[in-house]
Nanobody, 129 residues
Framework: QVQLVESGGGLVQPGGSLTLSCEVSGRAANSYTMAWFRRAPGKERDFVGLFSWPGSRTYYADSVKGRFAIGKEYLKSTLFLQMNSLKPEDTAVYYC??????????????????????WGQGTQVTVSS
């Protein structure tokens, strides 16, 4: 059984920080690439960042570069998203996703929804004063 469970969402003031977690179990634990996406109200689901291995490669969307960081706890198969200097425009439902594909740096599929076969249910992040 494939399962991804996000947690850690909530309400935070602008400029604050929040850490999201994504616990992976089942077949999804054999993934080579994991990513975070988000869907803001009234918008499509957008790529936030990814973590792939071997090599612990990360890549971020321009909108979060320098503010967000992705890490992985290998023993627990848990993916993290550390979000700093949060802005109201970061308000969204955040989803983690996994792929069993090992993407090379130039493969555009790793930055879109179709590149991932397993998804979590999402966790709400609201940035507001």
């Amino acid at each position: 059984q494939v399962q991804l469970v996000e947690s850690g969402g909530g309400l935070v003031q602008p400029g604050g920080s929040l850490t999201l977690s994504c616990e992976v179990s089942g077949r999804a634990a054999n993934s080579y690439t994991m990513a975070w996406f988000r869907r803001a109200p009234g918008k499509e689901r957008d790529f936030v960042g990814l973590f792939s291995w071997p090599g612990s490669r990360t890549y971020y969307a321009d909108s979060v570069k320098g503010r967000f960081a992705i890490g992985k706890e290998y023993l627990k198969s848990t993916l993290f998203l550390q979000m700093n200097s949060l802005k109201p425009e970061d308000t969204a439902v955040y989803y983690c996703a996994t792929s069993t594909k090992r993407y090379i740096n130039t493969d555009p599929n790793q930055y879109v929804e179709d590149g991932y076969g397993y998804w979590g249910q999402g966790t709400q992040v609201t940035v507001s004063s």
